[in-house]
Nanobody, 122 residues
Framework: QVQLVESGGGLVQAGGSLRLSCSAS????????MGWFRQAPEKEREFVVC????????LYADSVKGRFTISRDNAKNTVYLQMNSLKPEDTAVYYC???????????????WGQGTQVTVSS
């Protein structure tokens, strides 16, 4: 069982930056592929980015490529999402997720956090 807790969301102006964190419980964090997803009002949850167990491989959605960066610190059981050049269309609840399967852009992750709100004003 893994419990995930996101933090770092908030209100930012367009063009600004935020850094999200996701802390995981347990001693097996390094055995999980970690992902970030987001869900805007009245829209389906969508993939943002994921990172391999060791951090050497990442997959990004085209919409965030070049602006967002995922990283992880297995010693701290934490995954991060650095978001730069934010746009109003990035406004959503951001969720981190964990899976013991391989890198995937689908929502078939085993564990999910409660989400953190990111609001980008124009």
């Amino acid at each position: 069982q893994v419990q995930l807790v996101e933090s770092g969301g908030g209100l930012v102006q367009a063009g600004g930056s935020l850094r999200l964190s996701c802390s995981a419980s347990g001693r097996t964090f390094s055995s999980y592929v970690m992902g970030w997803f987001r869900q805007a009002p009245e829209k389906e949850r969508e993939f943002v980015v994921c990172i391999s167990r060791g951090g050497g491989t990442t997959l990004y959605a085209d919409s965030v490529k070049g602006r967002f960066t995922i990283s992880r610190d297995n010693a701290k059981n934490t995954v991060y999402l650095q978001m730069n050049s934010l746009k109003p269309e990035d406004t959503a609840v951001y969720y981190c997720a964990a899976t013991k399967n391989g890198l995937t852009t689908t929502t078939v992750y085993d564990y999910w956090g409660q989400g953190t709100q990111v609001t980008v004003s124009s």
